[in-house]
Each structure stands twice: as C-alpha cells, then as structure tokens.
C-alpha cells in the first residue's frame, strides 16, 4: 500500500509495506541496522517507558547541602571513625563502580542492542551513571577528602579490587568484533547483562546502601543520605532496564537458554553474593553504631534471590526472610516509588508525571 502526497509539483510516495517490514525487524539483537535512529514505531514499549521514568527523576548533586555533613565530618565528639570508614568504603567503592556501568553501557552493551528504543533507554542510564559519579566527586570535594585517598581505595582495598574485577572481566571479554548469531556470543551478551543488573546493581550496591542510609536514618550524613536515596531510587531502574532487556534476549533467542546456563548464570550470582559478604565485612569489621554485621549478609542473600527470580531463575538460599525491615521501607522494589512520591526533584516536568502502576516495578 502505498500513500501520495502532492506538494506543489512535486509527488511523494510514502510505502506502508516497507515501513512495517522494518518495523517487524526489530530485535534486540541482530535486527535492523539502525544508524537512523527511527524511533517509532515502538516496539519494546518498557524502554520508552522507562527512559521517560528516568528523566522525570533527575537530579543534580549540588542541590543537595552539604553543610550538616561538613560539619559532622570534622566532629571527634558526636561521631565514630567508624561512621567516617563507611562514608569512606561507600565514596572509595561507588566512585570507581558507578563508572564502570556507564562504560560497559556505552562501549558493549548499547553497542550491540539493535533496537533505537534500547538505544534510547540505554543512553539515559549511561548518563545517570555519570551523575553518579560527579555525586561522589562532589561528596569528596565537600568533606575535603584528598581525591588521591580515593584513588587509592579501589587500588588498595583488596575486597573492592575483587568486586570491580568481577565486572570488568565480562565486560572486557565482549570487546571485540563478535559474531551474535553465534549462541555461545548471545549467552556472553544475557550474561554481561545479568552480571550488570542483577549481580553488581542489583546486588553488590545493596550492601553500602543499607549502611549508609541506616546512618542516614540516625540523622548522619544527611546530604550523602539523600544523594545515596536518589541514586537507590535510580538504580531500581536501572535494574529494571537491565532485567527487561535479559528477558526480552532471552525470549527472543530461546535456544540459549539451557539448563547449563541457568546454573551458570546461578553460581555466578552465588560469587557475586561472596564478594559482596567479604566487602561487607570490610565495611563493617566489628558491629558498631547500630549496625550488625549478620543482618547486612543475611540481607545480601535476601536481595540476591530477589533479583534471580525476577529473571526466571532458582534461588540460592530459598526461604531467607529480609533481616532488614526498616531497610525494607526504604528499598524495597515495591515500596521505592512510594517513598519518594512528592520528593520529586524541581527538574520533573508537569508533562511527565506518570501515575505508578502496580506492576510497573
Ligand atoms: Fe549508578
Ligand atoms: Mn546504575
């Protein structure tokens, strides 16, 4: 079918038929090429969703004060080294980490997505990351904390060089000319993807998040509280874009997904799950300011199994209650969006308020 338009002397023929076949080749992997970046119209209706979810959240790391937290920062009297080493742990770990997604995003993963759509979506969560990371730059730069002391974190700290190697493997191994209509390549791209989503944001972040915001909660360090609130708030999404575009590849390439990667992609959350308990244990080497140690493991396995199955798979340690109930007011997947409703920041736009659905998260 063919639609004409006559301007003038000139006639234009607009081929419906061509336009659905294109519409019909798009994949989240080897679809149509798509250097045009044709948005419409859309086929992974979430992305879109999501990206303007995204947007409607943003937020700048200089609206937030930061004199509270100077303040306690240099109090010997009302506040514990301690405290100071979990500020000191979160900056160090997250200051490294936040970059590492951004980069995988931009150079594998947003690389070899098809879709315009995922392209859109992704591009937002790389940047997210970067806001991230310019929030630790301007913690440390508040506090004064020597930019080479951080630095020399994720040098140093034995159990945050692991947790970053663990990442940058999968994400070095996919950088290269790879052949996608290979099985073995399209499981090391679902796997990159669940690593990133489910393992390192899902779940490595969660242990530095429940500390902070549990100091955040006894009225420490209110301005990196309600930085570290914003970025949970962010990265729920982000999980959320990285666990659609899991099943989506999967549904799309169902011969991938076998018993043997099912395990595979289990014992490598259960190594995830590891290196965040010996990180913790880092963070927090005796139980001190309200904090005990058990609870914050035992909340890792709890979150660990809440990100594998929502992607389908089997948990680790099934029947595990979350240890944390408070934290589950402030983090809980169901609860994060009521938890932040009327705190949206000043950049949301009329235009984009969106009524949460139940089932959105
Ligand atoms: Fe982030
Ligand atoms: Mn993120």
Known sequence: MQKSFSVGSKTFLLDQAKAEEAFAAKRVINGRETMTFNLLPLKYQ??????????????????????????????????????????????????????????NIQHVVRELVTAPELKLVLGRHAHEENIHADSLLYMISSLGINPHECEAMFEDVQTIVRKNEFVTRISRDLRRDLDLTKSENKRLLAKNIFVFGQCMEGTQFYGLFGMVLSLYRQNKFPGIGQMFRYTLRDESNHIEVFRNLFMDLVEENREIWTVEFKEELRATMAEAVQLEKEFIRDCLPVNAVGLAVDEFLLYIDYIADRRLEGVGLAPLSPGVKNPLPWLAEMMDIKKEQNFFEGRVTEYQKASALEVAHDDEL
């Not at 943003?58 to 514990?80: A, F, L």
């Open 46 to 103: 979430w992305a879109y969703d999501l990206y303007r979810k995204m947007k409607a959240n943003h937020w700048e790391p200089e609206d937030i004060p930061m004199g509270k937290d100077i303040e306690q920062w240099r109090d010997q009297k009302h506040v514990s080294d301690m405290e100071r080493w979990i500020i000191r742990m979160g900056i160090g770990y997250f200051s490294a980490a936040e970059g590492i997604v951004g980069d």
